[in-house]
């Protein structure tokens, strides 16, 4: 047998028995007095108590802008609690960069005459304040090992590293200690 477009198979009393339902239900325009609340297709008894999920969605239709508002709100809500986690994640991070010496991508010069901007490895903004004896400019898309000392809101506050830091891809070729 077929309904629809769906294709069932039962056994022979049963299938019997679904099929005398099927007939019932057309002959007597069941469907339509079902979409109409009719009650007594079954025992006449509570069923108008819980056939309201047939029309919920005209009913929800008519208070669509009240509905569309609820998910504004919602959207409006996730997204503050998803920027303020962002926040409070990305401070904890920049927390354990205090002490710690990056090597640090010189972009341009900063908001402070002898300051330069970079970026750390992890693409954070970068503020150093160049000591008197450097030119910020000569600096710009140099590598430079920076030490964090200070955290702002958006930014990372170092100094220049004391010492050059060797690592895999310095061109700086290390020396022996005590040679």
């Not at 077929?2 to 007939?23: D, I, M, Q």
């Not at 339509?32 to 969605?57: C, F, M, P, V």
């Not at 640090?104 to 004896?133: A, C, D, H, I, W």
Request: aromatic share 6%.
């Amino acid at each position: 047998m077929s309904l629809n477009r769906l294709t069932y198979k039962l056994p022979g009393r049963l299938a019997g028995a679904v099929a005398w339902s099927l007939e019932d239900w057309k002959k007597n325009n069941k469907v339509a007095r079902l979409w109409q609340k009719d009650a007594s297709l079954w025992s006449g008894t509570d069923e108008s108590n819980w056939l309201g999920w047939l029309t919920i969605t005209e009913e929800q239709m008519a208070h669509i802008d009240v509905l569309k508002q609820v998910a504004e709100d919602v959207k409006t809500e996730r997204l503050a609690r998803l920027q303020a986690a962002i926040n409070r994640n990305a401070a904890a991070f920049n927390a354990r960069c205090r002490g710690v010496t990056f090597d640090v991508l010189m972009e341009k010069p900063g908001r402070l005459p002898g300051q330069l901007t970079g970026r750390s490895p992890y693409l954070q903004p970068v503020q150093v304040m160049m000591p008197k004896n450097v030119t910020p400019e000569s600096l710009i898309g140099e590598m430079v090992s920076v030490t964090i000392t200070e955290l702002g809101t958006n930014s990372l506050f170092g100094t220049l590293a004391d010492a050059p830091r060797i690592d895999a891809e310095s061109r700086v070729a290390p020396v022996a200690i005590g040679a």
